[in-house]
C-alpha cells in the first residue's frame, strides 16, 4: 500500500493553462505539505496544512492554490501556468508534532512541464 | 538566504570507502537535523536523524556526527555500496513549529564498485 500517493506522475503542459495535482495519504497523518523541487534539485516547501487548516504559505504566487478536502488528501491547483513553474512536486505527511519531531513520508512526486 | 549549506555537490565513492557529508546551520532554533535520501524518480526518504541533545547517532552503516557549537552536522555512511548511490539531503526544523524542513542544496553520492 502507497503511504502517501500522488497523481498524475507526469504532467506536460501549455504555458497559460490550468492544472491540478492531487494527494492521498492513508498514514493517519495530521499534516501535510507541498515542496517543489527545482531544476538543480534544490527542495523547498510550498504549503502546509494541519487537519484541512492551512499553516504555512511560503511566498508562494496566488497562482498556486492548495485545497484539503479533509485531512487525508491535499490538492494543488495551478493557474496560468508559467515555464518557471515546471518542477517536481512533492507531496508529504506527517504527524502534528507538538513539541516533537516525527518523520516526513514522501510522495514520489508530480514532474510538471510548462511548454 | 541558504539557511542549511550543504558540500560536496557532488561524491564519488569506492565500493566499501566512507562517504561523507557535511551541512552547517545558521539558525540556533533549528532542534531537529534530519538526513533524507532520494534515488531518481522517487521522493526523498527519512534515513536517520539527530536532535541537539546529542553528538551521535548510529544506525547500521549510516552515521550523523553533530557539533552544536559549530553549527555544523554530518553523514558518514561506512563500507559504502553502489546501492547507496543517489542524493543526499541534510535538513532542519524548528521546535515548536510544524515540521518545516529546511533543506539543504543536496549530495549526489556514486559509489562504484
Known amino acids: 500500500d502507497t503511504a502517501v500517493s500522488q497523481t498524475p506522475k507526469y504532467l506536460v503542459t501549455q504555458m497559460g493553462n490550468d492544472k491540478s495535482i492531487k494527494c492521498e495519504q492513508n498514514l493517519g497523518h495530521d499534516t501535510m505539505y507541498w515542496y517543489k523541487q527545482d531544476s538543480k534539485k534544490f527542495l523547498k516547501i510550498m504549503f502546509s496544512?494541519?487537519?484541512?487548516?492551512?499553516?504555512i504559505n511560503e511566498t508562494v504566487p496566488n497562482r498556486f492554490s492548495p485545497k484539503s478536502p479533509d485531512k487525508a488528501h491535499l490538492n494543488l491547483h495551478i493557474n496560468s501556468l508559467e515555464l518557471g513553474d515546471s518542477a517536481v512536486y512533492f507531496c508529504a505527511s506527517s504527524q502534528f508534532p507538538g513539541t516533537g519531531h516525527t518523520e516526513a513520508f514522501f510522495g514520489q512526486g508530480t514532474r510538471l512541464t510548462v511548454v | 538566504q541558504q539557511q542549511v549549506k550543504q558540500s560536496p555537490q557532488s561524491l564519488i565513492v569506492q565500493k566499501g570507502g566512507i562517504s561523507i557529508i557535511n551541512c552547517a546551520y545558521e539558525?540556533?532554533?533549528?532542534?531537529?537535523f534530519p538526513w533524507y535520501q532520494q534515488f531518481p524518480g522517487k521522493g526523498p526518504a527519512l534515513l536517520i536523524a539527530?536532535?541537539?541533545?546529542?553528538s551521535e547517532k548510529k544506525e547500521g552503516r549510516f552515521t550523523i556526527s553533530f557539533n552544536k557549537s559549530a553549527k555544523q552536522f554530518s553523514l558518514h555512511i561506512m563500507d559504502s555500496q553502489p546501492g547507496d548511490s543517489a542524493t543526499y539531503f541534510c535538513?532542519?526544523?524548528?521546535?515548536?513549529?510544524?515540521?518545516?524542513?529546511?533543506f539543504g542544496t543536496g549530495t549526489r553520492l556514486q559509489v562504484f564498485p
Open positions: 539558525n540556533t532554533a533549528f532542534d531537529y
Open positions: 496544512y494541519n487537519n484541512k487548516e492551512l499553516i
Open positions: 539527530i536532535r541537539p541533545d546529542v
Open positions: 535538513a532542519a526544523s524548528k521546535a515548536y513549529n510544524t515540521d518545516k524542513l529546511i
